[in-house]
């Protein structure tokens, strides 16, 4: 069973602002920093938006980091089929699990709302569930981070 995040990341900037800082790479690279990557690698080709980054896994518990290391790296890729709408993946490459979801941009009053639905899967016995719930948490820290960025790009 999957662990849901939903996450809405509100501006007070048009849906077409919003999704053209998305596309902007100094904007992936801005977040990529203010998250704390160890290093990243931003690219960005017509619809497909593929970030890699680097993690320390500094305090979390002995369980998740023998199974996942001092450092984590997490693929995301965003598949995006109009400009406001765009299928999202992040994998950890060679590790268990995966998250799978969306991202939505959609007019909020005088403004819009990113929202982002992610469904996080760790098939590990035991703990499983557990990491699941530290990769909602390590996510949903990140997520509130890019919104920081995003609030002082666009005002």
């Known amino acids: 069973m999957a662990t849901r995040l939903t996450y809405d990341m509100p501006y007070s900037a048009s849906p077409d602002e919003v999704s053209a800082m998305l596309?902007?790479?100094g904007f992936r690279e801005a977040v990529c920093e203010r998250q704390g990557a160890t290093r990243h690698d931003v690219s960005i080709d017509g619809d497909?938006?593929?970030i890699e980054f680097g993690r320390k896994t500094k305090g979390l518990?002995?369980?998740a980091t023998k199974i996942v290391g001092d450092e984590v790296t997490i693929?995301?890729?965003e598949t995006w089929t109009s400009a406001t709408h765009a299928d999202v993946t992040l994998v950890i490459p060679g590790k268990p699990g995966e998250v799978s979801g969306t991202l939505d941009i959609e007019p909020d009053g005088d403004g819009a709302v990113e929202r982002i639905v992610l469904d996080i899967t760790v098939k590990v016995p035991m703990v499983g569930g557990k990491i699941e719930g530290l990769l909602k948490d390590m996510l949903r820290d990140g997520l509130r981070k890019e919104h920081e960025v995003g609030k002082e790009r666009l005002g």
Do not use: A, F, I, K
Request: no cysteine.
């Open 23 to 25: 596309d902007d790479q």
């Open 48 to 50: 497909e938006v593929r």
């Open 61 to 63: 518990p002995g369980y």
């Open 75 to 77: 693929v995301q890729t």
